[in-house]
């Protein structure tokens, strides 16, 4: 037994409440793990002082970004079935369709919101107008690449998991799963993709932020793998897990709980 099948508009605004919901709510979290992923160090980047730096970028990209992954998302689940016969594959498809889309939406969010997290900048205004000058329209999309190398993984592990969990809880209990029980199922399939993608989130949050400690620039994805390796081993390479971790955790439940429930109500007046 299994929920209805979620309409585009539906999705859409039920994504934009997620995303807002989770991004604004767990904010400061997310600002320590950037600190700790980046070459000046914690204390450097800010420590524990101002934790809402570039919560002005985050909210501004957070409910569009949700909602087109998840109207994307929801909307590729009926054609990738047609192209297999595996629900974890079709959901996987979907979801690395979903991703592609939403960044071109969270990147140039992500880009003036770790800069601003790690110092250098204190507006949005300042960031955006800085990283226009210097490179562009490109600048605004540092790190586009492994953030599409770090979201597919991390969405092709969750959301099968979140997706066959959820089957089988309502196949146990003999009707659809509750917007809570979603949220569970989608706080453990956070954390541990969180987890596991760690290295990836690493390397896309050092090249967003451009250079290392001494500013030399990095090249890619392989390179800032090379020379964090090469400063810390495996243990630096998942600098942030822990905040990472607690983070997805945490936001799953806020995350999926406010698609669900903002779902449920929406399909309740028939959309």
Not at 92 to 113: N, W
Not at 216 to 233: A, C
Request: charged content about 15%; hydrophobic content about 45%.
């Amino acid at each position: 037994r299994v929920a209805m099948e979620t309409s585009f508009p539906c999705a859409l605004l039920s994504g934009a409440a997620a995303g807002a919901f989770v991004d604004i709510g767990l904010y400061p979290i997310d600002t320590l793990k950037t600190r700790l992923q980046s070459s000046k160090g914690f204390f450097k980047a800010g420590g524990f002082r101002g934790i809402y730096s570039g919560l002005s970028a985050a909210a501004l990209g957070s409910a569009p970004g949700a909602a087109l992954f998840f109207s994307v998302y929801e909307t590729a689940k009926g054609p990738a079935r047609r192209f297999s016969s595996s629900d974890v594959i079709s959901h996987q498809m979907a979801a690395g369709v979903g991703e592609c889309m939403a960044c071109l939406v969270r990147v140039p969010t992500e880009v003036v919101k770790q800069n601003m997290q790690a110092g250098h900048f204190r507006s949005l205004s300042q960031a955006a107008t800085e990283l226009y000058l210097q490179e562009g329209v490109r600048g605004f999309y540092r790190g586009f690449a492994t953030t599409i190398m770090r979201e597919i993984p991390f969405s092709l592990i969750q959301f099968p998991l979140w997706e066959g969990m959820k089957v089988k809880w309502s196949d146990w209990q003999g009707r659809p799963v509750s917007p809570w029980q979603g949220a569970l199922c989608g706080a453990f399939c956070g954390g541990f993709s969180g987890a596991i993608t760690t290295p990836l989130d690493l390397a896309k949050t050092r090249l967003m932020l451009g250079a290392d400690a001494k500013g030399v620039p990095y090249k890619g994805l392989l390179d800032v793998w090379s020379r964090v390796y090469g400063e810390g081993g495996i243990t630096l390479l998942y600098s942030g897990v822990g905040p990472r971790t607690f983070w997805l955790t945490l936001g799953g439940i806020f995350f999926f709980g406010a698609y669900e429930k903002t779902r449920s109500v929406l399909q309740g007046i028939g959309m």
